[in-house]
């Protein structure tokens, strides 16, 4: 499982989900 960082610190890493990635990309 890839993660992504949704903040600023490493407790806000979560899952990486492709799928709402892209749709927060070009929301």
Same mark, same amino acid.
């Given at each position: 499982?890839? &993660? #992504?960082?949704?903040?600023?610190? #490493?407790? +806000?890493?979560?899952? &990486?989900?492709? +799928? +709402? &990635?892209?749709?927060?990309? &070009? +929301?």
């Amino acid at each position: 499982i890839r &993660f #992504i960082g949704v903040g600023e610190s #490493i407790e +806000d890493l979560r899952p &990486f989900d492709a +799928d +709402d &990635f892209v749709k927060a990309l &070009f +929301d």
